[in-house]
């Protein structure tokens, strides 16, 4: 493969887009800051406009916000409404930046701009992107709903399937929140289906947890233990606290439910444990006040 110096503008966004994907986000700013060098050179300002939204967004995915709003002011000088690409991805970035900063009106508006202009622009991979984001900060269940639904059928017309693990899983997240059990189980497995052909490890793993955690909200406890063992063990090859953490809470209540008190404590004293290595006592504080009040009703 040739040198990264050796690449055009347009050749280097591509490879820190997948970097970015891939989660290597040291590589994928290095990358994104070398085709932000070759779009000037070049002249390329498409290429411009996206890498410095996209050393935004980089921050945003590495919690350094303010960062991460330096990077965005530059984009912006850059972008242009007449440039399609560079227009959808900054206005990609400055909604999560705004939804990040807990602006959920601001970042409403942003993102459902970007679907309509997405959408005027048949780019219909980055309007299923609107949709996912718009369904995540949509702030009553049934617009979260509707817009998760019209991001799985974007996705399904317009070849982006890809998509369709995280817009099935956040459907089936909004069930499952509304205790629409049922629906939230058959909205996971879906997920998991389209997670295991285009998805990372870490997705996978959280995939199977969810299968597992809606068979034990259904009621399937002996299945749900079926899908949740296999994910404990394979959270914990891959050092996942936070995956190690729900997997042993859930096995923890059914170990409780079936009358094991005992092994379940345990399991809910390791949940409890993993929840604060995984740093959820400052980052999800309800979560970590559940697992501390259920230790509590029972006597722990």
């Keep these: 493969m040739p040198e990264p110096d050796t690449y055009n503008a347009d050749s280097l966004l591509a490879e820190a ?31 411009e406009t996206e890498a410095l939204a996209q050393m935004a967004r980089v921050n945003i995915a590495t919690s350094n916000l303010d960062e991460a709003r330096k990077w965005l002011a530059e984009a912006v000088k850059r972008a242009s409404s007449n440039d399609p690409l560079g227009w959808s991805r900054y206005l990609s970035v400055k909604g999560r930046l705004e939804w990040k900063d807990n602006d959920l009106k601001k970042a409403r508006t942003t993102f459902d701009e970007m679907y309509v202009y997405c959408n005027t622009n048949a780019l219909w991979s980055r309007a299923v992107d609107a949709c996912n984001m718009l369904a995540i900060v949509a702030d009553i269940p049934e617009e979260q709903i509707e817009w998760s639904k019209r991001g799985i059928k974007t996705a399904e017309a317009g070849g982006s399937e890809h998509w369709l693990g995280p817009l099935w899983n956040n459907l089936g997240a909004v069930y499952y929140d509304s205790k629409q059990f049922d629906l939230a189980l058959d909205a996971f497995l879906r997920a998991r289906d389209y997670h295991w052909q285009y998805s990372n490890e870490t997705a996978k793993l959280f995939a199977d947890y969810h299968v597992g955690m809606a068979y034990r909200a259904v009621g399937q406890v002996d299945k749900a233990g079926q899908w949740l063992r296999p994910v404990l063990a394979w959270a914990e090859r891959l050092e996942n606290h936070s995956a190690i ?55 722990q």
């Design 245 to 299: 953490a729900q997997a042993c809470e859930d096995l923890g209540e059914i170990a409780i439910s079936a009358g094991k008190k005992s092994d379940g404590l345990a399991l809910l004293k390791r949940a409890r444990d993993e929840y604060k290595t995984a740093g959820f006592d400052q980052s999800s504080p309800e979560i970590w006040a559940n697992i501390n009040n259920r230790l509590k009703a029972l006597g």
């Design 17 to 47: 887009d997948s970097l970015f994907q891939q989660q290597d986000y040291e590589n994928a700013l290095a990358r994104y800051t070398q085709a932000l060098e070759s779009g000037r050179k070049e002249f390329n300002r498409p290429v």
